[in-house]
């Protein structure tokens, strides 16, 4: 048992932590909700400087090879900055992906750009009417020729407006399929859709959208294993982030009831808030524990143990969390609901964190369909 | 005991029904139908068509424009309005500085002001709060001074001036009297001509993106003395008198009903492995639950009205609908936002065949809700209020 | 619309408050829980010489044909003192079935006596493994001569170790179908339970059972409408006694607030425990519009009406209630647990009246499965 | 980071296991079968196992009796007891009075206390609270008088004396100097023989019916003054360092998780419709958000678990365990009363073909778990210093 960040990650943290207050306040997620793309290349490209967007991506494909507990590290860091670049859809969600579906020469292809911070990437894989439904119905892929046809829509693509390819689920003949579609696919029309936590999402068109054999992710069929190890990673990620922007709307509040004065005293100093702070304080640290046991699970290959943390992970991050960011507004009073003040905004991404990769009712029946829920439960025979 | 309304108030229902079904116009009926954000146009067009009705202000003396509706005929004529998704009138005026106006004003006074505010001619907003001065009102600093010409100066700022972007007047505290002996004394209540020069207003957006809130800045601004409505330095018993009125609104019973009704026509229409979220036991039990607290409220609301219709005081059973109507309409707003799933993080955004019109508007209003329990009194202080006055808890 | 008590209401209400005070103070119920039978028959008696056992039957059955309000009005004050003799099992729920099932001399043999207080009943209407299901299934009811023959199983039957005759609901061929069947009837055997509110229930075995087709109450089949009906009332008269049970907890909590001192001070004083205080306040509230709302609707012929106030009222009791007294235990401190203290013996006894009639599941299941819980939802075609 | 126990930890589960599994008395296994109630004989037995396996005070130093384990093994000997239900050893000798005598007791003291603690041969109970001294302790009014020979006379009431008809000796606090200048001051740490003249002890039932409470009278009682343990009129400092012992049990997370198991058990054979319940997406879920806290905790407990391995003092991670863990055991046994249903009103009558033997103790335990939140310093007084000593909010 080890608790303790590694000497590469404390660094990282620090790291993380001084770009967010130099080079990523509050105020810049702020600025960016008026810009059509939300974030900034130039950011995006320094992140791969930093060597941040390959953290847990193979070396082979131009990563570091570290662990999600990596990236946990960095998201907390930079959820409490409201980072508005697309990290999680790009080098999360979409990247692990390609990771667990493509062969080396594709993940190559397509990550190392990605991890240099030249490109970025999304996945689109949620359909209309099948709210977290892995399985893609809505998206036909036919054979043709040496490649593919692709038909159908996505929506909710998560940074599909920005990005330079999409990976994409489709039904071919054979099963689920993964492919690549480059944004410049003739056929692919992109709709960018505002969002609450104010980052941009799209809906994905595909109209007869030719790929090539190359840009199959793996065989025919294979594609759900992949997609729920990519979201395993990405709830994962999105509960370390929501611990970062929970801690942030926190440490908020906290300083509010140590300024703040109401009555001649400082509202503090008042029981009732007092103990509301002490329970926000015991969802934050048990949303750290939850953010520990997903980051270090969900890689783990044992498919119970991996969806098991995970999806009790996300749960918490659903019911915690918000609580923690709605307190938060609580104890701000008026200025709590004025666009003006950064809580708010901390109160929609963690709204939109709950909904992300899966919200608790989701996660709930998926907890309790593994095995390991029913372990030591004696079924009496029927009847 | 007795749950049915008399069959005059029946008819009266129905006449308010046809009422909302003739004359709420096609543009205001598009936005009510998706519960949308009206525009302030559209809000005092809708209160033109109010006051020729003579609904505008149906708590007002009939002299002074009231609609002569006893308390049960003005409660369903509340609620029917909320059932009907119509504009939330400015309360301001209606509900806030008039019925002052009517029990502290001068003749002089009443006649200036009451005509303009039923016909919605001039739009008032509240100077309570200032940046320093929230729950803890009798703290606040903007000061007015005698200048010996007949006017007050006033110097100051005021916050949460809801609708000021839109004011033509705006009643707030001032402090007349900086040596009074304690904070409440020495307060006065002054009616602001809001072009007066050195008023400046900005507004903000709320969380939720509606532009509710504004900060009202008063730099040396000329009031005239015949503006203070009471005694000078005696605004702090006209600042408590506001809190009694019309409890049996507050819960906004008929709110909560068309956003619970809401919730389900969009849990009918959400599909989860094919099937409507309105057929899955989870769902339908936490609708349920918050069904039940809606009755609960529903039923708490009327025991008031009928103290109310009684002719009695506020009794214990309507301190407890502030907290609880805040509470639920917050649920009731969680709950929409969970059964949309993936589609809460719509913003704005017009809807399309995945996006229902219902669920455009849930976000944002799910947003500006967590105002419900912070304004007209935190539920916090509301239930420091009822600890002391209604159970009878000592202070330290 | 009137929410004022009658005069007579109020002297009800006076009545059963000083009976309370000087018959059956809570040390009276706390007495009763050594004894075999719970209750005592001198005080059944005087419960009937001042007419409360037949408050809401027929006058020709010897009742005062008067309402469920008038119950209500009573078991709020009875409900304050723990009084432990059985008037919902048998003035309501037992007596309710006769009345809507029964014919005019089957309702006057059989309730007249108890509404006299010189006999009690008990409705035996539950079975293993079925929860709340209404259908009797373990049951069975053959036709034999002239009469029946009954053979089956009951749980839960309260006061059925002390009545004088069990209605018993079983399956006669044309349907479910309900028998007075008397307590010295050959094969009918009763086992005592002990129940966390201390008021005996019991087991009820029968074994080829004989009564005669006088003892069936109104035609074959017809138990169901009959039985609801009868719940349904005695659901809404444990609305009623939960909010005297959980209104005397509350006020104990409140003396405790206003008496107890820690560091110097009346803990009432402590902002959190006002908050407490004004939460619990909130929820009787609550608690009281609805064990109106279940008084009034509990006889209403309209099925939706009735089902959905009564189910609704119910499912408050079960959630505010449990609330009330929960907190009362937690804001008396250590003396909460001891038995010695009376706020415990309210807590057992809402935990008790929660799960009767129908738990929070089961009427929260109910009210939505009336119409009008879709009433202006337009449902879309399929597909 | 790594979430794994180390092999050598993994190694000593299994021994714990095996020992549990061959050791636990047949009458005991049927007891922790159904969660009962066990008889003071039954875990004075018990005691006496582990007495003799040498893991009765594991935390105790090797020299005076201690197991020599580390803290990850404490953790995973207490965690397996309470996962097989092993009875419960009273806390007041080997995790109260123990660690103090070690920590401020003379030679001697030790000499005559700590073995016959460690055997069993004496049990101890704790002195601490008085009626009118609950979570105000420092206002005890138990006195001690010098009586000039050597011998203290002691009078008073103490209450939740637990354990005290059974306990050979008892700690407590007690007023030996009454003019000091502050209520913490002037109070000592005594110890009291139960079998002196003057000790009245009366047993009271909870509300679960399990005699677990006493009132003990003191009245005239002769202690001889060497029973003082560390300096006279400076038991406060004794008492306070009671609080930080063995943090990571008190989350009781081994309990929380049996308690779970046994729920998901009752509703795998509890029918409705004739579907169980565990397979009705309602009450999985019910469980699952119940499964999603208890995992947190575990986490959380593991992470307080390594700061303790790592030599560390209890940082902010510990300081929730309490307030966590005893909502969580309350939750989870209002849970299997809601599974249970009708059968939730069980008290204490024996198994039959409806009622499984899993369901007869759970109405009485989850009367009693209503105290989890109170002894041991209620939760808000939990709360109360977390938003001191962690939060660092002002005091007024």
Redesign the interface.
């Known amino acids: ?5 590694t000497e590469e990650q404390r660094l990282l943290a620090d790291a993380a932590r001084r770009f967010v207050r130099h080079d990523s306040p509050v105020a810049r997620a702020r600025r960016m909700r008026e810009d059509a793309r939300g974030w900034e290349p130039d950011v995006w490209r320094k992140m791969g400087e930093l060597g941040w967007l390959g953290l847990s991506l193979p070396e082979r494909a131009g990563g570091a090879g570290g662990s999600m ?1 990596d990236v946990m590290v960095l998201l907390e860091a930079l959820g409490a900055g409201l980072v508005p670049e697309p990290y999680i859809a790009s080098a999360v969600l979409a990247a692990q992906a390609i990771r667990h579906a493509g062969d080396a020469d594709q993940q190559s292809r397509w990550l190392a750009p990605m991890i240099e911070g030249r490109t970025s990437l999304a996945l689109a894989w ?1 359909e ?6 892995l399985r893609p119905e809505g998206t036909v892929a036919r054979r043709e020729g040496n490649g593919y046809r692709l038909d159908g829509r996505k ?2 693509v998560d940074n599909g407006h920005a990005a330079d390819a999409l990976v994409v689920s489709a039904l071919a003949p054979d099963g689920p399929t993964l492919f690549v579609v480059p944004r410049s696919a003739q056929g692919l029309a992109v709709t960018r ?6 980052q941009p ?1 799209a ?1 994905v068109r595909l109209d007869a959208v030719r790929v090539g054999a190359e840009d199959r992710l793996g065989p025919e069929g294979s594609a759900l294993p992949a997609l729920e190890r990519a979201l395993d990673c990405a709830a994962a990620a999105a509960v370390a982030e929501g611990l970062g922007v929970a801690g942030a709307a926190f440490a908020l509040t ?1 300083a509010h ?2 300024t703040r ?6 509202i ?8 509301r ?3 926000m ?2 969802e934050l ?6 953010a ?2 997903a ?3 969900c890689e783990n290959e044992h498919d119970d143990t991996r969806r ?2 995970v999806s ?1 992970a996300k ?2 991050l659903s ?2 969390g918000r609580l923690v960011v ?1 307190q938060a ?2 104890l701000h ?2 200025i ?5 003040h950064d809580v ?1 905004l901390f ?2 991404r963690m ?2 964190l ?3 990769y899966g ?4 996660h ?2 998926r ?2 369909a593994q095995p390991s ?2 372990e ?5 025979a029927p009847g | 005991m007795d749950l049915r309304f008399r069959p005059e108030h029946l008819a009266f229902r129905e006449r308010v029904r046809e009422f909302v079904a003739t004359e709420m116009p096609p543009d205001l009926r598009a936005v009510a139908e998706v519960d949308g954000h009206f525009e302030h146009e559209q809000v005092m067009r809708w209160h033109r068509i109010l006051y020729r009705k003579g609904w505008v202000a149906p708590h007002w003396p009939v002299e002074w424009g009231g609609a002569g509706l006893d308390p049960t005929e003005r409660f369903i004529l509340n609620e029917e309005l909320e059932l009907a998704g119509a504009p939330h009138l400015s309360p301001f005026g209606l509900y806030m500085v008039g019925p002052l106006l009517l029990q502290f004003g001068t003749d002089a006074q009443k006649r200036r002001f009451l005509p303009k505010i039923l016909s919605g001619e001039e739009v008032w907003c509240q100077g309570y709060s200032e940046p320093g001065a929230g729950s803890d009102l009798a703290s606040l600093r903007t000061t007015a001074v005698d200048d010996g010409t007949g006017h007050l100066i006033v110097n100051g700022q005021k916050t949460w001036t809801t609708y000021a972007q839109h004011a033509d007047w705006m009643f707030c505290l001032v402090r007349t009297d900086p040596t009074a002996s304690k904070p409440q004394a020495g307060i006065s209540f002054l009616l602001v001509d809001m072009r007066s020069p050195g008023v400046t207003v900005r507004p903000m957006l709320t969380i939720g993106h509606t532009p509710a809130f504004c900060d009202t800045f008063l730099e040396n601004v000329r009031v005239p003395k015949e503006n203070v409505v009471g005694p000078l330095h005696g605004g702090w018993t006209l600042a408590k008198a506001l809190l009694g009125h019309e409890r049996t609104l507050i819960a906004a019973v008929g709110l909560s009903r068309r956003a619970l009704l809401r919730v389900k026509r969009i849990a009918a229409r959400t599909l989860d492995n094919g099937r409507p979220l309105l057929d899955d036991p989870r769902w339908r039990e936490r609708i349920a639950r918050l069904e039940v607290r809606l009755r609960a409220l529903q039923v708490q609301n009327w025991r008031a009205l009928w103290a109310q219709q009684q002719g009695r005081a506020p009794g214990p059973e309507s301190s407890v609908l502030k907290i609880r109507g805040s509470e639920l309409s917050q649920q009731i707003l969680e709950l929409a936002m969970d059964v949309m799933g993936p589609n809460a993080r719509n913003w704005f955004e017009p809807p399309t065949d995945w996006l229902h019109p219902l669920e455009q508007w849930v976000g944002p209003s799910h947003c500006y809700a967590r105002a419900t329990t912070i304004y007209g009194g935190t539920n916090e202080i509301q239930r420091n209020v009822i600890a002391k006055l209604v159970l009878g808890l000592p202070v330290r």
């Open positions: 048992m080890d608790f303790d960040l507990v949620m209309p009417a099948r709210r977290y439904a929506i909710w859709r505002r969002t609450i936590e104010e999402s809906e906290l009831l140590q004065e109401q009555f001649g005293v400082k503090g100093t008042f029981q009732v808030l007092q103990h702070a002490v329970d304080f015991v640290e048990m949303l750290r524990s939850m520990i046991l980051a270090v699970e098991g943390a009790a749960a918490q019911a915690g709605q507004i609580q009073g008026g709590g609901i004025t666009d003006e708010g109160f929609k709204t939109a709950a909904v992300l919200d608790e009712t989701h709930l029946e907890l309790a829920f029913l030591g439960v004696d079924r009496p």
